[in-house]
């Protein structure tokens, strides 16, 4: 019997391997269908997010924070509710972005706030903490600018001003106010 088992084992083997081989190959071709998301749901949602960004030599370059952090089927566009963003160079924060919301376009590289936001430039040196507030900003991440139609609320150090429009650029470091400009500006005392 030792002898007869002996004889069947490879027999059974190849049996076995044949119908394994036949099973991956209709496993390997089956179609799969994917069940199509509805356009209005969210694909994904993350609560309490926080995203963090390194430069090249290790240094932190920026952190988003958001309540909540979402993106529709087919969108290249990430939508984000109470954001809070920050801008670091050589692991120095340097700007502070908040808002009600914020939408990214992935491929633009576009952020648009509709609501309510302020933008914060840290004090450096001599110069005071500047703030612009206003409603629906647009960011450009690529040109690094920054920009609004609407009314904008400054202040630097003490000073303080409004304007309708306005656009800044990270580069220059050149803020534009467009028209309809009041600034009350009170010189420093520690000049």
């Known amino acids: 019997m030792n002898n007869y088992s002996a004889k ?6 190849i049996i076995l391997l044949f119908g394994l081989s036949f099973w991956l190959d ?5 179609s799969t269908q994917k069940k199509p998301l509805d356009p209005e749901k969210p694909e994904y949602i ?11 030599s290790g240094y932190i370059k920026e952190i988003l924070i958001s309540q909540k952090t979402w993106q529709l089927p087919d969108s ?3 939508y984000t509710q109470s954001p809070f963003f920050d801008i670091f160079e050589i692991g120095v924060k340097k700007y502070h972005l908040e808002g009600k919301q914020a939408q990214y376009n992935q491929k633009s590289k576009i952020i648009y706030f509709p609501d309510t936001v302020k933008l914060t430039k840290m004090p450096e040196g001599n110069q005071p903490e500047a703030t612009l507030t206003t409603t629906q900003l ?3 991440t690529i040109k690094q600018t920054v ?3 609407n009314r904008v609320d400054f202040t630097y150090g003490t ?3 409004n304007a309708v429009g306005f656009t800044y650029n990270h580069k220059t470091g050149a803020l534009t106010l467009q028209s309809r400009v009041s600034a009350t500006y009170e010189i420093s005392k520690n000049n």
Not at 46 to 56: M, P, V
């Open 8 to 13: 069947l084992f490879p027999l059974g083997l």
């Open 26 to 30: 209709q496993v390997s071709t089956l």
């Open 46 to 56: 993350i609560e309490n997010a926080t995203a963090k960004r390194f430069d090249t």
């Open 76 to 78: 290249d566009t990430i």
């Open 138 to 140: 647009t960011a450009d």
């Open 147 to 149: 920009q609004s139609k």
């Open 159 to 161: 000073s303080t001003g």
